[in-house]
């Protein structure tokens, strides 16, 4: 049997020629993407994982299935995801613990965060405040400092225990200060929150969020902000860095990552940085982010590689003056 070349032939070999390369870069992809969460549903850093996750299923073309795996302070979530890992398709977004402090803290996470994890770009941050009652003397940084050195350990703050962020951030708020303060561990904020109100203690470090509905109703005071840069959800309030002999560079924040397993492909980690970086430019995305509490910080794999390094070095060493104490 003859076949007869015809225009509509060549035209349509044309067209699968130069489809070749196209469904090359684009085949990834081929089945739905699961991004394992290591905190429950409804948790902050779950509904922040769905603002973005929502938007990136539209874009990547197929299904971004959450993974809920709590526990461990998110790193039993991790842990899910590199048991998990190997076909491409599978993720996981962490708040900052388990990637640094829990390497120091933990007698074993099961993973190495330098050799198991594959940075993709950071989401979001959160920083804490200074927080202390409204019917004290303590007016602003200076004041606070100033009743801190006043004595040994004459200002008492409270956390959520021993090793926590608001716990670690007074730690290295005293040390960069120089001055003693008193820890008093507490099962909840809301107890952290009552016991500075009730005058039982001075201060704590706490969410932004957490504090302001009492400072517009005049019961708390917020003396200052542990970002880099002002946070838009409390704008007025002034930073610790630069502030009342504090170094510049002072910097406690929670923070929220996009991750991949060891071993992923580097065109896959691009494709996933440049597509959320482009998410998290979104306005109407940043404004769901602030109202949960986190304010967008998209960059490169390599900024947050470098973040983990820089936070793993400074926690570490404001963990080894705690247990040396």
Do not use: C
């Not at 196209?22 to 992809?29: H, K, L, N, R």
């Not at 709590?70 to 613990?97: E, K, R």
């Amino acid at each position: 049997m003859k076949y007869q070349f015809t225009r509509r032939m060549a035209l349509a070999g044309a067209v699968a020629l130069t489809a070749v390369p196209a469904f090359g870069q684009d085949a990834w992809p081929t089945a739905p993407v699961r991004v394992f969460v290591g905190f429950p549903a409804g948790s902050s850093p779950d509904t922040l994982a769905r603002i973005v996750t929502d938007e990136l299923a539209q874009r990547l073309g197929q299904p971004v299935v959450i993974e809920n795996r709590p526990g461990a302070g998110g790193v039993i979530g991790i842990q899910q995801m590199l048991v998990s890992a190997g076909d491409g398709h599978t993720f996981g977004t962490t708040i900052n613990g388990p990637l640094t402090t829990a390497q120091r803290m933990m007698d074993s996470t099961g993973f190495d965060a330098q050799t198991d994890i594959l940075p993709v770009t950071l989401i979001a941050t959160s920083p804490l405040v200074l927080a202390v009652s409204a019917a004290g003397d303590i007016d602003d940084l200076e004041g606070f400092i100033a009743a801190a050195g006043a004595g040994d350990e004459a200002i008492a703050y409270g956390s959520v225990g021993q090793g926590s962020g608001a716990h670690l951030t007074a730690e290295l708020f005293a040390t960069e200060a120089g001055v003693s303060m008193l820890h008093v561990p507490f099962t909840s904020y809301a107890e952290v929150t009552t016991s500075i109100l009730g005058g039982e203690i001075d201060a704590g470090f706490m969410a932004p969020s957490a504090a302001l509905p009492f400072v517009e109703a005049g019961t708390m005071r917020m003396l200052g902000m542990t970002s880099s840069e002002p946070f838009a959800q409390a704008p007025d309030v002034p930073l610790i860095a630069g502030n009342a002999g504090l170094p510049d560079d002072f910097r406690a924040e929670l923070w929220n990552a996009f991750i991949a397993p060891a071993g992923t492909d580097d065109a896959i980690i691009e494709r996933l940085n440049t597509e959320i970086v482009e998410i998290l430019a979104d306005p109407a995305v940043q404004e769901q982010l602030l109202t949960i509490g986190w304010q967008a910080a998209p960059g490169s794999a390599d900024d947050l590689r470098q973040r983990i390094v820089d936070d793993t070095a400074m926690w570490g060493a404001v963990i080894d003056r705690v247990q040396a104490q």
